[in-house]
C-alpha cells in the first residue's frame, strides 16, 4: 500500500518535471524565434498534462489499491478518455480563437501529449513487469 502511494506520487512528480521542461523548451523557442503565437499553446498544453496526470495518477493509485486485477482495464479506459479529453481541447481550441492558430495549437499539443505518453507507457510498463 505504501509502496503504490510511492509509485503514484513518483509518477506525478516525473511528469510534473517532464511538463516544467517541455515549457521552458516551448518558452526559449518562442524567444529565439520570436513566436509569440506559441505561448497559449505551450500553457494549454501543460495545463492539460498537470491535470491529466494529476488526476491519472491519483486514480491509478486506487485502483491498484482495492482491485489490482482490473488494471488492464483501468490501462484501456484511461487512454482511451484521455485521448477524447484531448480531442475535446483540441475542439474548444479551435472555437474560441479560431482556424488560424490551429496548426500551431495542434503542433505544440501533439509534442505534449506524446512525449507524456512515451513517459506514461515507459513508467507503467516498468512498473508492471516488476511485480
Do not use: E
Not at 480531442?87 to 472555437?95: E, I, S
Request: charged share 10%.
Amino acid at each position: 500500500m505504501d509502496d503504490i502511494k510511492r509509485q503514484s506520487f513518483r509518477y506525478i512528480r516525473q511528469q510534473l518535471q517532464i511538463v516544467v521542461a517541455l515549457s521552458l523548451v516551448g518558452l526559449l523557442v518562442m524567444q529565439v524565434w520570436h513566436l509569440d503565437t506559441i505561448l497559449v499553446p505551450v500553457v494549454v498544453s501543460a495545463v492539460f498534462m498537470l491535470v491529466v496526470s494529476g488526476v491519472y495518477g491519483k486514480l491509478w493509485s486506487v485502483v491498484a489499491t482495492k482491485s489490482p486485477d482490473n488494471l488492464t482495464t483501468f490501462y484501456s479506459a484511461t487512454s482511451g478518455f484521455r485521448m477524447l479529453l484531448a480531442l475535446m481541447t483540441m475542439g474548444v481550441y479551435y472555437l474560441i480563437p479560431g482556424r488560424g492558430t490551429m496548426l500551431v495549437f495542434v503542433l505544440v499539443f501533439m509534442a505534449f501529449y506524446m512525449i507524456c505518453l512515451a513517459h506514461h507507457t515507459i513508467f507503467f510498463a516498468r512498473l508492471t513487469n516488476r511485480s
